[in-house]
DNA sequence: TTGAAAGCGCTAACAA
DNA sequence: TTGTTAGCGCTTTCAA
């Protein structure tokens, strides 16, 4: 910057305004400062502007694992609302694991972020401190919770799996089958279990005897079916805690020779690419991902405006997208 | 750090170096400053340490789309390579666009990072510029080209299809079809198509007419194989530029009662996950997109070291996975 | 083993 | 409209 100013003959002060406030320096000024800046390729120090004003333009952004497309959708919508505020992401993954999390957000804390935003309400004490101490502002995504640490955006997984079960329940299914996963870490697994019970306790139906769990992958649906039938439990609809599990219930059946949707309703939840795409299409639940992410970079926009919180709560809803495994028989 | 240094009795100095070069302090000193560290949750100012390093512990890497699963998995990989050397991923997009990409470049330079990290290798003049002034590694990913302008991580489009082709032929194929897409604006469909067209060269094979384009998503897949039939020209294989596109190519088949691999093989290219699990499931190319990212993490890491660069073009190479749709006769 | 001084590059506040 | 001063929080250098 100092070699600008001393080429157009002016102070280090004038050159920065030139910049930051182009309308306090004379036109004429300002130009040759401008083609000098050109002329000398100077690229101003991001680091020594945020060590001045005390925090970064950087917003943090942990979620567990980047290579999902429910993270990188979101991801996508959360750099889309940023991009034009000149704001970045910085990008890290805590794996599930909430100490994971706490460590990777102590080192970015370093770098003075303008927000924070982090998958899922399950926080490490320590996470809590550091953000408490921190004073900007957080943003919890998916897991929608009523009494969030700051602010929370995302869907009911309970409600979403309840219109799944209401859905089937109009189509005249009453022996609706659950199956969960092992490895889902966070709470939307039980919160879709909880969903499921409730809808059928509330259709005065029973859920005993109705859920197997296994491993939350395609093999892993295979799997959890096989084990539902060697029960010997009657069943009529199977609802999956995700697309992939639905896959492999769905391999499995054609394996066994069971006809979807005449003789089982199959669902999934999430709108994996897979489950339009699979033989027979898969319903399930469209979960707005991308609108998670840009409403959250939003939010974090209008509170470094200085706008007032208005909702601590933000849900975005959902879409029962219903297919071929469950169509009306 | 100056309350940590008051509290404890000592100069900001030695808080410093209990911090930075443990062994320089007296044991005792040491412990009583972690100590109040602990109990003020003191988090050091990185923005200050990066501002006096001149450099910050960032890695600039900018993908096309993130929410595309070849760009995320990447994107992992370069992550998992980066965090346990406490350095983060300053994450940005270019839409595809080369004169986005330079803007977005330009502003990232601004923190100083230690590397930058870009998709593919047709830059903006800007972007070379500006990058050749920044001094730091510059790693272009999965266009493999002989010259890169630092260093070049992928595979190469061009062989991995020729891989297909040859495949194909090895299976009594003699009419093979290309299906590209429209909208890719990077250079690897044209450099898969140089490679459809060179293997059937090779073979003494003709390709005129053979190849048809169309939108790059299942739709467009759809359309080009309706276009290639309305010509009426004659063919027992189809490639296609991706996935997606072969995925189209295969429901638009069973629409029209084409039996594959009986009358017609069909191959993909990237191995989607859809791939695997479409029925019947596509032979396709796999492609080191987790590698990719995690190799250039480890390449900032090790130039950051100081070791010298080995290779400047990094082949991962790529892997050819048979399935149904192109199954032995 | 510890401390004092200086400066990384920028900009708010005040002065001219 | 422009310039001067001072300091953001840290660490390198030199001195004690």
Redesign the pocket.
Do not use: I
């Given at each position: 910057?100092?070699d600008v100013?001393r080429q157009v003959?002016?102070?280090?002060?004038?050159v920065?305004?030139a910049?930051?406030?182009p309308q306090?320096?004379?036109?004429?000024?300002?130009e040759r400062i401008l083609q000098a800046i050109g002329t000398q390729g100077?690229v101003?120090?991001g680091?020594?502007?945020s060590?001045?004003?005390?925090r970064g333009r950087g917003v943090v952004c942990i979620v567990p694992h980047i290579a999902n497309s429910v993270f990188s959708d979101t991801l996508q919508g959360l750099n889309d609302a940023l991009r034009p505020a000149s704001m970045h992401v910085m990008l890290g993954t805590s794996g599930y694991s909430s100490m994971e999390e706490a460590q990777v957000l102590e080192e970015f804390v370093r770098m003075r972020p303008e927000a924070v935003v982090l998958w899922g309400t399950r926080r490490h004490p320590k996470s809590r401190a550091l953000l408490r101490r921190l004073g900007v502002c957080v943003i919890e995504l998916f897991d929608l919770v009523p009494d969030p640490f700051d602010q929370v955006i995302g869907f009911s997984n309970e409600l979403a799996m309840r219109a799944l079960v209401d859905h089937l329940l109009s189509q005249g299914r009453r022996r609706i089958a659950f199956v969960g996963s092992t490895n889902e870490r966070d709470m939307s697994n039980t919160q879709r279990a909880d969903g499921w019970r409730t809808a059928l306790r509330h259709a005065g139906l029973a859920s005993d005897g109705l859920m197997v769990e296994a491993d939350g992958t395609t093999a892993g649906g295979e799997q959890a079916f096989r084990q539902l039938v060697a029960t010997g439990v009657a069943f009529d609809a199977v609802c999956c805690v995700s697309d992939l599990m639905a896959v492999g219930v769905l391999i499995e059946c054609r394996r066994m020779g069971i006809n979807v949707p005449q003789q089982l309703s199959v669902c999934g939840f999430g709108d994996n690419p897979l489950a339009q795409a699979f033989d027979p299409p898969l319903s399930t639940v469209r979960l707005p991902r991308y609108a998670i992410g840009k409403v959250a970079g939003e939010q974090v926009l209008q509170r470094m405006a200085g706008e007032p919180v208005l909702q601590r709560t933000i849900d975005l809803g959902f879409e029962l997208i219903v297919r071929a495994t469950s169509a009306v028989l």
């Open positions: 910057m100092s100013a003959g002016v102070s280090t002060m004038t920065s305004r910049l930051s406030q306090n320096v004379a036109p004429e000024t300002r100077y101003p120090n680091v020594a502007g060590l001045r004003a005390r």
